[in-house]
């Protein structure tokens, strides 16, 4: 099972590798919460943000600060905060649970999509909302999490897991929407899922 995990993650990460995609940008900063990520307005902005080595502490730069040569460096908690924008893209940082670090988020939807480097393959993630906990995009971790929505595993079980282009469809805007967010949305009685700004 572990070998087809592997393989999945290895066809998903070729399908999606070097497109052009069109994100939603956002402004540098550490957002608080999730809700400050919605309305891409940071707590504290500035023009460089990170985590540190251990993800224990989200690091920003202000060039306006006080600090020296005019320059302001602030650590802030990672418990305390959703997590971090950079370079118009946005990562939530999750310190608890069984899936530690920080995911970047590729597709946020009802039901958004997160992904993370793992080796020589990139992992992809999915929550309910921006405030979920994660959980794997592969078919036996998302049967485990939505089992009570039938509708949705319904539509996830016509899914061909080997076949990326299942997974995630180009848009003519140039991004991926991933199907499995059209799927829960449908699963809801929603229309199908729009890039947001």
Not at 39 to 68: I, M
């Amino acid at each position: 099972m572990r070998l087809l995990l592997i393989l999945y993650s290895a066809l998903l990460s070729l399908a999606l590798a070097g497109c052009q995609t069109s994100y939603p940008t956002y402004p540098t900063g550490i957002y608080r919460t999730a809700a400050e990520l919605r309305q891409q307005q940071p707590s504290l902005p500035g023009t460089q943000a990170r985590t540190n080595f251990f993800h224990s502490k989200l690091l920003v730069t202000n060039p306006d600060g006080a600090g020296s040569a005019g320059v302001q460096r602030l650590k802030v908690p990672a418990d305390s905060a959703w997590g971090y924008a950079n370079g118009g893209r946005a990562y939530r940082v999750c310190r608890q649970g069984r899936y530690r670090g920080e995911f970047r988020v590729e597709q946020r939807d009802t039901l958004t999509v997160y992904s993370r480097p793992e080796g020589k393959t990139v992992a992809y993630y999915v929550s309910v909302g921006l405030h979920g906990p994660l959980v794997p995009l592969y078919q036996r971790a998302l049967r485990r999490a939505f089992a009570d929505n039938s509708t949705f595993l319904a539509s996830l079980a016509r899914l061909r897991w080997y076949e990326s282009s299942q997974v995630a469809v180009r848009v003519p805007t140039g991004g991926w929407r991933f199907r499995v967010v059209d799927f829960y949305r449908q699963s809801l009685g929603l229309p199908p899922a729009v890039l947001l700004r």
